[in-house]
């Protein structure tokens, strides 16, 4: 689909509202205090859910792109295709 | 009202009696029934104690248990009865009706029994009646796929019976009540297991995206409700605090996101999803504290409600498009705004964002799992939400009513909102899991253990932003990698679909082989030694046997002969005859005398 002008800006204004909102969230957590932290890093780290986030939907993509990749992906109807060649032989 | 009302009873009686309901009446009695049924669970759920005892042989059948736990998976099970036949009154079907009310019934008589044997019937006429439901979609693949959903849960059904009838042979009761998890003996992982391939546990998971998949839109609709959460009551009841379902909840959570966030098929990765969530529930139920069956309980009423939504949405999308794949759909939301926002509400929910359903349930169990030291369960159970968030909360809205279109031209001209049924049935859906996101004081006190839980504190509320927003924000950096493809995802269904087919081949060819060759075998040398002994049989007979009969005859006819021409009938030769018998007997006594 072509770009418009008023497309790419309602896009920019998205973005814009996306980070900001993005921003306002993690700044919002170094307000809080987490009374019952579970590990040191979540004690310590700031923005440490952001970063868990974050970093865990890129495992997440990465390792099921991966997965898929090794051989997990299959054309459709893999379930009906023959055994071997004695089943090709077969009408 | 302090009577017990058996809301399978209404359901079946109501089933039996739909063939014979026609015209304008089919309507009001299609949501009568199960909205009776409903009312009968909201009367029971005043009840504590047992109902409805049936003395049967040495047993006592106990088919109306109530007690808190009952109570609240009954209330969520007969309310999306009621949902579900909403959404497809338009169905002309009558039989899809009346398998959707016996596989409802079924559900309802394992919730209410207390021993293991009507357990069993319910338990079975779940998964005969659910079948249909696959069936009825009359699809290319609905026969197989029904075939293979049968044979897995006839499977199922046999761990259970095998692990009833040892657990009976060694207690000596069927008394349906937590089995001593402490010291498990076979029968308890028989039991565990049979209830757990109903619950989808790794590696007994493969008939649920398989069939839920390829169900009608309306059946879909039930099978996401009940078959695995009433296997989590089963568990919840039987096998609290049973260690090992925390590594496969734990298994499930992780395994189902996965295929789910490749999958193609947006009615496979619901399925998925199921199987995913489910293994929070699992979780819980092995984690075993109040805190944990507690979330695994508040986990399972939200995930019915939300996820039944899910399917409505996408089920209106195959009624109207016939199209499931996302490779084939795309950018719908201009066409079913409705549907898209009422979709919406149930990614929101199942994604756990604040305000909506499952925000007040699966950080109880999560919370459960760091109270009871389980740090490494509860920390990979918070990895898998962000899986969730990623395929439900963003991928299914994104690539289905947002993104790229990527519809031909028949399906964008046939998409379009369903009919009003279908919508109210989404609205009440939608509405349910916005409230009890809002307001969980009434979920919480419905269930088993009392619970001063408070979900909507400003930590956990900013903790669950960031998680929302920062997965949101890994999602539009990577969606690439994740675009539809049309291809599919092999499964542990790949092993016993193939080892069916294997063993099809082995059958068709070594084997018809091999009773080719004996036939032939028996022809050529076994039939024709049989003819020769029976031809020496013949000789013998005729020549042998027969010889001596026929001699004897003949000897005995020939004697007969001559002693018949003893008998003239003239008195002469009688005299003479005794009179020479007698001179016979005198010479011998008198020898005998002499001597």
Known sequence: MKQTGQNILQRGVFLALFYATLAGIAILSLVVENHHPHSWLEAHLPFFWSFFAFFAAIIIICLSKWLAKAGLEAKPGCYDLPLGPAEEKKP | MNTFIHPS??????????????GPLRKF????????????????????????????????????????????????MALVTVLATLYGLHVEKTVEHMAAWCYAAGSLGVIYCGDYLSLFLFWEM????????????????SLQTGYRYLLIHTLGGVILLA????????????????????????????????????AAVVPLHSWLP???????????????????????????????????????????????????????????????????????????IGIGTELAINGAVAHAVVHILYKSLLFMGTGAVLYTTGQTKFTELGGLWRKMPATCGLTLVGCLSIAAAPCF?????????????????????????????????????????????????????????????????????MTIGATLCFLIGVAPGYLYSALPFATAYTPYTAFHLVETLQLLGFSALAFFLLKGLLAPKDVVYVDIDWFYRQGGRAFMWLVRNPLQWFDWAWGELYR??????????????????????????????????????????????????????????????????TLFLLF
């Not at chain 2, 009873?9 to 026609?22: F, S, T």
């Not at chain 2, 779940?126 to 699809?139: D, E, K, P």
């Not at chain 2, 925000?359 to 920390?379: D, E, R």
Request: proline share 3%; aromatic share 14%; glycine share 8%.
């Open chain 2, 9 to 22: 009873l209404l359901l079946l009686g109501g089933a039996l009696l739909l063939p014979l309901v026609r």
């Open chain 2, 29 to 76: 009695y299609l949501l009568l029934i199960p909205l009776l049924a409903f009312a009968a669970v909201l009367g029971n759920s005043l009840l504590s104690g047992h109902f409805a005892i049936l003395p049967f042989m040495e047993w006592q059948l106990v088919f109306g248990r109530v007690d808190k736990l009952a109570t609240a998976f009954a209330l969520i």
């Open chain 2, 126 to 141: 779940m998964a005969f009646s659910s079948v249909f439901l696959v069936w009825f979609r009359r699809g290319p693949q």
């Open chain 2, 163 to 198: 692990g009833i009838l040892l657990r009976y042979q060694s207690v000596g009761d069927i008394n349906f009540a937590l089995m001593d998890i402490s010291q498990p003996q076979l029968y308890t992982w028989l039991i565990m297991l049979g209830f757990g391939l109903n």
């Open chain 2, 210 to 284: 398989d069939a839920y998949g390829e169900a009608s839109f309306n059946g879909a609709v039930f099978l996401c409700a009940i078959t695995t959460k009433t296997a989590v009551y089963a568990l919840a009841r039987a096998c609290a605090g049973f260690e090992v379902l925390i590594v496969l909840g734990v298994i499930m959570a992780l395994y189902g996101l996965f295929y789910a966030l490749l999958e193609n098929d947006i009615r496979r990765l619901l399925a998925w999803s199921i199987v995913s969530q489910v293994g929070y529930m699992v979780a819980g």
């Open chain 2, 357 to 425: 359903a499952a925000y007040v349930s699966k950080s109880m169990i999560i919370n459960a799992g760091f109270a009871a030291q389980q740090n490494w369960a509860a920390w990979l159970l918070m990895f898998a939400a962000i899986g969730t968030i990623l395929y439900n909360g963003l991928k299914l809205p994104y690539f289905l009513f947002f993104g790229e279109n990527r519809c031909s031209s028949t399906t964008w001209e046939k998409a379009g909102e369903p009919p009003l049924n279908m919508l109210i049935a």
């Open chain 2, 524 to 589: 050529s040398f076994a039939l024709p030694l049989l003819m020769l002994m029976a031809r020496f049989s013949g000789w013998f007979d005729w020549h042998i046997i027969d010889g001596i009969v026929d001699g004897l005859a003949r000897t005995v006819r020939g004697l007969g002969g001559q002693l018949r021409l003893l008998q003239s009938g003239q008195m002469q030769y009688i005299f003479f005859q005794v009179f020479a018998l007698a001179a016979l007997a005198l010479i011998t006594l």
